[in-house]
């Protein structure tokens, strides 16, 4: 089973950046795919951003496409998510999910805790 363990969340005001991290423990072996989805209050929780095992395939969601870059480190087992010019929109819990490919980019890998993300205006 494996767990991911996000952190990196925090306050920040809008224009500013914040780096989120993924980091995965157990069997992860399994894994090709790793994703960051965000649920705003409210809401319900959407993809924003997905990488493959490899650092390729990558997917973004268009509201964040060239202000936010997914990456990893294969050594440390542990895959990022850099906010660049953050909008207060883009408050909400950001989650790490973690499978293959096609349980990822629909939500079904394993989730992480979550981690909170608030952008004042």
């Known amino acids: 089973q494996v767990q991911p363990v996000e952190s990196g969340g925090g306050l920040v005001q809008a224009g500013g950046s914040l780096r989120l991290a993924c980091a995965a423990s157990g069997s992860t072996f399994s894994i090709n795919a790793v994703g960051w989805y965000r649920q705003a209050p409210g809401k319900q929780r959407d993809l924003v951003a997905v990488?493959?095992?490899?650092?390729?395939?990558?997917r973004y969601a268009d509201s964040v496409k060239d202000r936010f870059t997914i990456f990893g480190d294969a050594a440390s087992k542990t895959v990022y998510l850099q906010m660049n010019s953050l909008k207060p929109e883009a408050t909400g819990v950001y989650y790490c999910n973690v499978g293959v490919w096609g349980q990822v980019v629909n939500g079904r890998g394993s989730w992480g805790q979550g981690t909170q993300v608030t952008v004042s205006s």
């Open positions: 990488i493959g095992a490899r650092g390729t395939p990558k």
